[in-house]
């Protein structure tokens, strides 16, 4: 393969925390970033011009759902995703692995790739290492991604070896054929380690995919129902073995919490649909937790939910006048709530890399750990959500 695509500069660190910059062909974005999930082309609800406005640099769109609808054709002919949706930015695609693993019954998995019905009308594809780069490859991200097969973390060993195995022979079919396409010139690949919350399959697949000169790597197989002790353990362990002068992403990780502690770990990179979907379910972050505007607390708090926040709608609006909303299931309360979480975690994001940059980021980290209380059910849902997203919910 010839000389990568994107360039990562570490600007400087704090313990384990990195602060850094990606460039792509489509620009650059600062590190520790949060990729807001654009899964079908789209950030539900929001225009990429408010996505931008929230401070967002990268974001991420799903080649199973792109492939599936409108399909690689189309998004080739429109120009490529960055045209097609008019995004001008970085764009990160995932190969497609996870989605189809988690149709359940409706897929089937060997060594030669993974055949599935489509959960939009039932007919029948089959994704190989070949075909999901070959898709990505169309669609015209600027990072994509290894197809990989994920597991639940809690699979009994001897399955979570299986996947992991079959996932580093497809990494070399993925890498194999990526590196012989012109597209190698233009997109990164990152490669993906699995290996459960099995200590030493996860020390054997950072070996093994590390070994292969990606242009990032990336943590998989997380969030999927394993304690957060045993997420925390995994990422630092798989951090503590990754080059320092490549990018790390952490998959599908995206609550307040596991971001600041993630990020206190080593991760660059992260993307999750947690902010913006439990926002459209009246759900929203705020510096002292995750709140429900719902609740008849906000009847009648005629001051913004947030005033500590910059977002447009605790700049304009009052809680009680988002609580209407909600309760009278009038969509703009949604989109407001969607773009008052999104601008949450990207401002999150920001204070990181400030607080790394002014070597003060366990201090930052204690301060807002003991501010910050997830409840239960953001606990809950943070371990659902991909599940969710696979639908494009």
């Avoid at 189309?74 to 190969?95: C, E, K, N, Y």
């Avoid at 951090?239 to 919490?257: F, I």
């Avoid at 949450?344 to 209380?373: G, K, P, S, V």
């Amino acid at each position: 393969m010839t000389a990568s695509p994107i360039s990562f500069k570490l600007f400087g660190t704090d313990g384990a925390a990195r602060r850094g910059q990606i460039t792509t062909p489509h620009g650059t974005a600062q590190t520790p970033m949060f990729m807001p999930v654009a899964t079908q082309a789209t950030v539900k609800g929001l225009t990429f011009d408010e996505v931008r406005s929230l401070g967002a640099e990268t974001v991420l769109s799903n080649a199973y759902h792109l492939y599936l609808r409108p399909g690689v054709p189309r998004v080739q002919d429109a120009g490529g995703l960055h045209r097609f949706m008019r995004w001008d930015g970085p764009i990160l695609t995932d190969s497609g692995g996870y989605q189809a693993f988690s149709m359940g019954s409706l897929r089937r998995i060997d060594d030669s790739g993974i055949t599935f019905q489509s959960h939009i009308d039932g007919s029948r594809h089959v994704f190989t290492p070949e075909s999901a780069i070959a898709n990505q490859h169309g669609i015209g991200a600027d990072i994509i991604m290894c197809f990989d097969q994920c597991v639940f973390s809690a699979g009994d060993p001897a399955s979570v070896r299986d996947a992991m195995e079959r996932t580093h022979r497809w990494a070399v079919d993925c890498y194999d054929t990526h590196a012989a396409s012109l597209n190698s010139q233009s997109q990164a690949l990152f490669g993906i380690v699995q290996g459960g919350t099995v200590h030493e399959l996860r020390a054997e697949s950072t070996d093994y995919i590390t070994g292969i000169p990606f242009d990032g790597y990336a943590i998989g197989g997380l969030a999927v129902g394993e304690s957060k002790a045993e997420m925390h353990a995994v990422t630092q362990q798989v951090c503590d073995g990754l080059p320092a002068e490549k990018p790390r992403y952490l998959m599908g990780v995206g609550s307040p919490e596991d971001l600041v502690n993630s990020v206190a770990l080593g991760v660059d990179m992260f993307d999750c649909v947690l902010p913006t979907r439990v926002a459209r379910n009246g759900a929203l972050f705020t510096p002292t937790g995750r709140i429900n505007i719902a609740n008849a607390r906000y009847a009648e708090h005629d001051d913004p939910l947030d005033d500590t926040c910059d977002c447009y709608a605790c700049a304009n609006f009052s809680a009680s006048y988002l609580r209407h909303l909600f309760k009278a299931r009038e969509m703009l309360g949604p989109r407001l709530a969607s773009i008052h979480n999104l601008r949450f975690i990207l401002n999150l994001m920001d204070n990181m890399r400030n607080a790394i940059a002014h070597n003060r980021f366990d201090e930052f980290r204690t301060e807002f750990l003991a501010t910050y209380q997830p409840t239960d059910e953001t606990r809950r849902q943070t371990q659902k959500h991909r599940w969710v997203a696979e639908r494009g919910i």
